[in-house]
Nanobody
Framework: QVQLVESGGGLVQPGGSLRLSCAASGFTLDDYAIGWFRQAPGKEREGVSCIANSDGRTYYADSVKGRFTISGDNAKTTVYLQMNSLKPEDTAIYYC???????????????????WGQGTQVTVSS
């Protein structure tokens, strides 16, 4: 099965930056996407950003456009989420998830993200 491990979370002041990493393994197909989601206390989980392995297509939620950047390493084993200009409302547990892209589930098909990591805590506070 697909295994995902997040890292890089921590405490940062407003306006600061963090880089989250998602180490992925166990894939049996090359065509997939990795997405970042977050969930704050008392709120529903929301999509943040995602990237397709095959062509690098990306998606960003409106709330993070211009501040967050998703990317992958050369070996395509790790996906990063560079978070700049962080705000207190960015505080959440951040999860990465895998979507086995197909005609049924495209890059932005939320239901396609089935495999999940354990999450990493991001706290933005002064």
């Amino acid at each position: 099965q697909v295994q995902l491990v997040e890292s890089g979370g921590g405490l940062v002041q407003p306006g600061g930056s963090l880089r989250l990493s998602c180490a992925a393994s166990g894939f049996t197909l090359d065509d997939y996407a990795i997405g970042w989601f977050r969930q704050a206390p008392g709120k529903e989980r929301e999509g943040v950003s995602c990237i397709a392995n095959s062509d690098g297509r990306t998606y960003y939620a409106d709330s993070v456009k211009g501040r967050f950047t998703i990317s992958g390493d050369n070996a395509k084993t790790t996906v990063y989420l560079q978070m700049n200009s962080l705000k207190p409302e960015d505080t959440a547990i951040y999860y990465c998830a895998e979507n086995s892209l197909s005609s049924r589930f495209t890059l932005t098909s939320v239901r396609g993200y089935v495999s999940w990591g354990q999450g990493t805590q991001v706290t933005v506070s002064s």
